[in-house]
């Protein structure tokens, strides 16, 4: 309607020079007619020039509005009162008495002239045409709110290079039908906007935790190790411990340390000469030990649990190695889930990522270990290294390592190492010189420290804040 009003009007006319008027007069409004220009203007079927102007909203002075607001016959005070507000009320009916427009019979207000004229509003629409006032005049009027600085933005229309009386659509795609019908040939297309913004592309995005994961297993891949199936939560006591010469009095082995399962609460399957080899050696030793002597119970070694550490894994892995023919040197690796029953707090969930490398080899000495770990934990950005002695059942010696964290200021601990134990090797069959070299640390740990997280829910679990994974930068380790 906007549309066929501007081209029709331009077919005879020169030009549209104010848009408000011509919406005006054509009885559309102007946001309407405004869109319809834009649309226009961007097809170059008119040309549209933007115009700015300051204007005066003439509101009449208000002895005018109050003179005016009285009919013939004339009107009650009250419903005059109502019909003007207070102000205008008050304000007009002294000024208009003055001015002896007016006269009041008791509670009736009457005029007392035939018509009246508005010096102030004959001034505003003398002003809004464009006679120059003086500027004391204006704040003036605008003092006594009799008038209003508006700015007016308006259009000023001309034929366009592209001017068309009536405008086809412009079709967006070619479709079937355009060329089955042949009407392609008359039909207009809209132009490919090729700077026009695209949507934004939803695509998953990795978790912060499998970014640093990535990164760790590059540094493994390019080490030559190689990665351990750790595709099973749920281990039996026999592999999370016993095989790892874990005394079955420890207290990791509690249910306040570990979960175990309700459900299939038994495995049913342990290797049996092996699982004979295990018990002797706790109980009575063997390979130059002593053994804890004490009585070896196979019901608490079928016992179900969520494997506490990916060292059950290295073990099974081990073991197997052990069964081959000839024993061959592997490096192996692995980042998983591992399970402790834990008081939860900002550092501590119930549950998380283990990274475990595991070197297996003859004559490897403790020298081989700290080398190892140099090299590894250099490669992750730390090459400040300092290992202090410690304990696990399995590994002997033993070490924590430590890093120094340049941000923090101080020594961290980033992990734990050691050397296996042969009461752990030797009954799986591995020859005597064969020495098993590993260690393990969180990937949690320096996730949180390389991305600035100090609490562990805002990085794993369901308090997880998706944009935060949206937004992370990728991870570079070591650069
Ligand atoms: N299993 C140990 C832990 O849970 C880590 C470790 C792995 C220690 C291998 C020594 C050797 O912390």
């Avoid at 208000?62 to 607001?69: G, K, M, Q, V």
């Avoid at 006591?237 to 009095?249: G, T, Y």
């Avoid at 740990?445 to 829910?457: A, F, K, Q, V």
Wanted: charged content about 30%.
């Amino acid at each position: 309607m906007a549309e066929k009003a501007v081209l029709g009007f331009l077919q005879t006319n020169d030009q549209i020079s104010d848009s408000h008027q011509f919406a005006a007069s054509v009885g559309v409004g102007h946001t309407e007619l405004e869109n319809v220009i834009k649309s226009l203007k961007g097809f170059e079927i008119v040309d549209a020039q933007e115009i700015t102007r300051e204007k005066y909203m003439v509101n009449g002075s208000p002895e005018a509005l109050f003179f005016s607001a009285i009919p013939p016959e004339g009107i009650s005070r009250n419903t005059l009162k109502e019909k003007l507000g207070i102000e205008t009320f008050d304000i007009g009916s002294k000024a208009a008495a003055k001015n002896k427009w007016i006269a009041f019979d008791k509670d009736l207000v009457k005029r007392k002239v035939e018509s009246v004229e508005d010096e102030v509003k004959n001034l505003l629409t003398r002003i809004n045409n464009g006679e120059v006032v003086s500027d004391q005049v204006i704040n003036d009027l605008k003092r006594r709110k009799l008038i209003v600085k508006q700015t007016w933005k308006g259009y000023s229309l001309k034929r366009g290079p592209k001017y068309v009386s009536k405008r086809k659509k412009a079709a967006t795609d070619l479709t079937r039908e355009h060329i089955v019908s042949g009407d392609w040939k008359n039909q207009e297309f809209k132009e490919y906007n090729v700077n026009a913004e695209a949507p934004a592309i939803q695509v998953g995005y990795l978790h912060s935790l499998l970014e640093v994961r990535e990164e760790i297993q590059n540094i493994f891949l390019q080490m030559g190790f190689e990665e351990m199936p750790t595709n099973n939560f749920v281990e039996s006591s026999f592999w999370n411990f016993d095989a790892l010469f874990q005394p079955q009095q420890h207290p990791a082995r509690d249910s306040h340390d570990t979960f175990f399962l309700e459900t299939a609460d038994r495995t049913k399957d342990l290797p049996e000469d092996y699982l004979e080899k295990v018990k002797r050696v706790h109980e009575f030793g063997g390979y130059g030990s002593k053994g804890y002597g004490y009585d070896w119970k196979r019901d608490e070694a079928e016992k179900n649990l969520l494997r506490t550490h990916t060292t059950a894994v290295s073990t099974r892995m081990l073991y197997a190695l052990a069964q081959q023919e000839t024993f061959t040197p592997k490096r192996y690796y692995s980042i998983d889930r591992v399970f402790r029953n834990e008081a939860v707090d900002r550092t501590h969930l119930a549950e998380f990522h283990q990274i475990e490398g595991v070197i297996c080899d003859r004559g490897l000495t403790l020298g081989d270990l700290i080398g190892v770990l140099e090299d590894f934990f250099s490669r992750l950005g730390m090459s400040k290294l300092r290992f202090k002695p410690a304990y696990n059942p399995y590994t002997e010696p033993s070490m924590e390592i430590f890093s120094y964290h340049d941000g923090l200021q101080k020594w961290v601990e980033v992990g734990n190492s050691g050397m296996f134990r042969p009461e752990m090797l030797l009954p799986m069959g591995l020859p005597e010189d064969v020495n098993v070299i590993a260690w393990g640390l969180s990937l949690e740990r320096p996730t949180m420290i390389l991305y600035g997280i100090s609490n562990i829910r805002d990085l794993f679990g369901p308090k997880v804040d998706f944009n935060l994974i949206k937004n992370n930068p990728i991870c570079r380790l070591g650069i």
